[in-house]
């Protein structure tokens, strides 16, 4: 069965203070690895695609990277307009998405 | 971000009531898709349409009822729902069923009493 997980559950950060989300899956088939960001009360915003280990891929002061097993989404000198959850999915071979239970993160001024 | 639109925004209904949520797409997209969201769990796929075509149910108590009558809009129909289907239903669409970019809407906050 696929499976998302992702830790940690929620991360309190002080501005300026880099960190990593991770997301762990098992998988039957990898087609890809998506990163949302989701606000209270909003749909999930999409940030990101991976489809292959080895693969980066950065906006403003997050980027994604992606192995075999895991992908981290490392935020560099973060704000507070950063603070969000953020989702982590993957996309199967039999093309629906699982998604994680998502890491809570609070930037504090 | 105006892609992906829901209705109502926020819904309280009592357990005997008949309701319906609402999802309009403006991108040309192919495939729609309703998703449950609860505090603290992962969100659920519920039912996913493609070409106005239903291709999957994930096991959906028949208290809700999904209709797609064309590739922009989608509904889901509720009745008789129980406290625990309290959530944030979620809409998204994507270009079509297995492409990579699925983009949601602002979800209905529904809270069954």
């Known amino acids: 069965e696929d499976q998302v997980t992702q830790s940690p559950e929620a991360l309190r950060l002080q501005e300026g203070e880099s960190s990593s989300l991770n997301c762990s899956y098992t998988?039957?088939?990898?087609?890809?690895l998506f990163w949302y960001r989701q606000d209270p009360g909003k749909g999930p915003e999409f940030l990101f695609t991976l489809y292959s280990a080895g693969e980066e891929k950065e906006k403003e002061r997050l980027k994604a990277t992606l192995t075999k097993k895991e992908s981290f989404l490392h935020i560099t000198a973060p704000k507070p307009e950063d603070s969000a959850t953020y989702l982590c999915a993957v996309n199967n071979y039999g093309q629906n998405f699982v998604f994680g239970p998502g890491t809570r993160l609070s930037v504090l001024p | 971000e105006t892609g992906v639109t829901q209705t109502p925004r926020h819904l309280v209904m009592g357990m005997t009531n008949k309701k319906s949520l609402k999802c309009e797409q403006h991108l040309g997209h192919n495939a729609m898709y309703w998703y449950k969201q609860s505090a603290k769990k992962p969100l659920e796929l519920m039912f996913v349409y493609s070409l106005e075509e239903r291709v999957e149910n994930n096991s959906v108590p028949s208290r809700f009822s999904p209709e797609c009558p064309n590739s922009s809009h989608l509904f889901l129909h509720l009745h008789t729902l129980q406290p625990e289907d309290s959530a944030l239903y979620l809409c998204?669409?994507?270009?079509?069923?297995?492409?990579?970019?699925?983009?949601f809407g602002p979800g209905t906050r529904l809270l069954v009493l």
């Open positions: 998988v039957s088939g990898l087609r890809g």
């Open positions: 998204a669409s994507s270009q079509d069923r297995g492409t990579e970019t699925q983009y």
